[in-house]
T-cell receptor, first 114, second 109 residues
Framework: ETGVTQTPRHLVMGMTNKKSLKCEQH?????MYWYKQSAKKPLELMFV???????ENNSVPSRFSPECPNSSHLFLHLHTLQPEDSALYLC?????????????FGPGTRLTVL | TQLLEQSPQFLSIQEGENLTVYCNSS?????LQWYRQEPGEGPVLLVT?????EVKKLKRLTFQFGDARKDSSLHITAAQTGDTGLYLC?????????FGKGTMLLVSP
């Protein structure tokens, strides 16, 4: 595997379910990100991790819980989501936190909350 | 208030045509990035422009950063069906990256 991979690619869940999204980067990067991409809205940065420590949480509801066990893996744990949380969730990584660095994105997980 | 406005939101053209899409803001950015996102995939960085007035070319794509570093344009010459996708601009400001909503480009044969 190369680049940034995300699983699952598609997920349908009920509002009472608990699920997790997984992201893995094979680039040796030190920073990882979760973004939410909704129709007709700009990409929204959710969480930023640098060297496995969370450095930014952009007022994301607590029903989204990130986890970064090591510099290559990033998870997004989901519980009691709402239908408006349906979106494409993108993971990205970069060499470090310098914003001008290229961010490499995964293909995303298309989430539908029923 | 949206920090980065992209226009048009949607553009449908025939193969061989030229087009320009815009990314505008009232804020100054230290640099600006353009990404292309194809259906079912994540965004892929095309170019980063850093200096006001800078012009960068990537084959048939020409990127320009405004003199005041508040706006940018992407011009595509002789569009091909492979250019179809969502074009996103992202501005770097105070060590954060802010994205626009994107321009969806559809190039038909």
């Amino acid at each position: 595997e190369t680049g940034v991979t995300q699983t699952p690619r598609h997920l349908v869940m009920g509002m009472t379910n608990k699920k997790s999204l997984k992201c893995e980067q094979h680039l040796g990067h030190n920073a990882m990100y979760w973004y939410k991409q909704s129709a007709k809205k700009p990409l929204e940065l959710m969480f930023v991790y640098s060297l496995e420590e969370r450095v930014e949480n952009n007022s994301v509801p607590s029903r989204f819980s990130p986890e970064c066990p090591n510099s290559s893996h990033l998870f997004l744990h989901l519980h009691t989501l709402q239908p408006e949380d349906s979106a494409l969730y993108l993971c990205a990584s970069s060499q470090d936190l310098a914003a001008y660095n290229e961010q490499f994105f995964g293909p995303g997980t298309r989430l539908t909350v029923l | 208030t949206q920090l980065l406005e992209q226009s048009p939101q949607f553009l449908s053209i025939q193969e061989g045509e030229n087009l320009t899409v815009y990314c505008n803001s009232s804020s100054v950015f230290s640099s600006l990035q353009w990404y292309r996102q194809e259906p079912g995939e994540g965004p892929v960085l095309l170019v980063t422009v850093v200096t006001g007035g800078e012009v960068k070319k990537l084959k048939r794509l020409t990127f320009q950063f405004g003199d005041a570093r508040k706006d940018s344009s992407l011009h595509i010459t002789a569009a091909q069906t492979g250019d179809t996708g969502l074009y996103l601009c992202a501005g770097v400001r105070y060590s954060t990256l802010t994205f626009g909503k994107g321009t969806m480009l559809l190039v038909s044969p």
